[in-house]
């Protein structure tokens, strides 16, 4: 694998990008390397170790690694390389798998990653067992008891990251902190309704709590904590991180809608077959003229939303500018994000990443 150490002597656009990939595939491999060691010590000789063995690993491996690489980026703002801060922010890809496996049970969710979600593919293995009961309900308890499995496991490779107990302390409140908003903001986006439509600075707030802070802000915190950074670091941090997480989850919501399957790993328009309250449908509302919000409540009311009704939706949203109008918000907090990147407070190889960063998640596609 290469090596991530490059980053300070090959400051090129190239070598900054390079660094990043290898970062990473390595938080990556961490992440892989310590839940398949929990699931042999687990499962090993159980009869339940039988798909687990296989599962566990194979769904850690398809992570992109965001928060972990967040998380190591906000360490280097005050830290010098280090395998051991690397481990620590690693573990945060355990603990997204926890928010994914129990997130897709709360959706439904029928794929993840290309891959059927985990309670599809555990309601699949009752079947073969032909055990009595439901398949379903099996599946759904297995995931969710998984999904606790990768929590503990998250906390435990922190603990055990090597990290000196002085820089532990300073990021377990924010590491705390992180995992309760991230369960808060979660009930929050469960509670939410497309048919209610609720105002645009609600769904803010649960779009920061649930997926934006989650995703960039808190692991940057979390990492720069651990660093040691003062607060004008953590100030600035949080003010990128705000941004940058909000245009995530707005490139996430358009993606949800508008995303290609075979790219996205998950089925087209599942957001609005669901009925969530995302930010293109809210502000595909707002925007909505008074023939377009009476087609807009038409759909609403269906008891089912099929494939017409999805391609319904998605010309209702394109005409009504809601698309358009959301692709500018997005380039405007990721440029705000860029900005706000004071070289001052920030080392050069720490700046890069942080806009390199910003463009990645805001351009993706997946």
């Not at 309601?123 to 308890?141: I, K, P, Y």
């Not at 999904?147 to 820089?167: A, K, Y």
């Not at 803010?204 to 692991?219: E, H, M």
Request: negative net charge.
């Amino acid at each position: 694998m290469a090596s991530i150490t490059t980053a300070d002597v090959m400051p090129s656009e190239e070598a900054r990008v390079a660094w990043l990939d290898a970062l990473g595939e390595r938080c990556l491999a961490e992440a892989h390397r310590f839940a398949e060691a929990r699931a042999l010590d687990h499962f090993s000789g159980h009869r339940e170790g039988e798909l687990a063995k296989t599962v566990i690993p194979q769904f850690v491996a398809g992570g992109k690694s965001l928060r972990p690489m967040f998380a190591y980026v906000g360490w280097r703002c005050g830290g010098p390389e280090s395998d051991a801060a690397l481990r620590a922010a690693s573990s945060l890809e355990l603990l997204h798998c926890f928010a994914l496996a129990q997130d897709d049970v709360m959706d439904g969710s029928l794929l993840r990653r290309g891959r059927p979600a985990l309670h599809i593919r555990f309601a699949r293995w009752h079947s073969e067992q032909g055990w009595s009961g439901s398949a379903d309900r099996f599946g759904e308890s297995a995931a969710t008891l998984f999904g606790d499995l990768f929590l503990v496991w998250s906390e435990q490779m922190l603990r055990e990251s090597g990290l000196d107990t002085e820089s532990l302390s300073r990021g377990w409140p924010r590491y705390d902190l992180m995992r309760a908003e991230l369960a808060v903001g979660q009930l929050a986006d469960l509670v939410n309704d497309a048919r209610e439509f609720p105002s645009w600075e609600t769904l803010l707030d649960v779009l920061r709590r649930k997926s934006g802070n989650y995703t960039v802000r808190r692991p940057l915190e979390f990492g720069a904590a651990l660093a040691g950074c003062g607060p004008d670091v953590l100030d600035a941090l949080a003010d990128y991180g705000e941004l940058v997480g909000e245009a995530f989850q707005f490139r996430d919501d358009l993606l949800g809608v508008f995303g290609d399957p075979a790219v996205t790993g998950k089925p087209a328009g599942q957001d609005l077959r669901d009925r969530k309250a995302s930010s293109v449908v809210v502000l595909a509302a707002e925007m909505a003229d008074r023939r377009q919000r009476a087609e807009l409540d038409e759909l609403l009311a269906l008891p089912t939303v099929d494939d017409e009704a999805v391609s319904r939706w998605r010309r209702l949203i394109v005409t009504s500018g809601a698309r358009d109008r959301l692709g500018e918000l997005i380039r405007e907090r990721a440029d705000k994000a860029v900005a706000a990147i004071d070289p001052a407070l920030f080392p050069p190889h720490a700046a890069d990443s942080l806009s390199i960063l910003a463009v990645r998640c805001t351009e993706r596609d997946q």
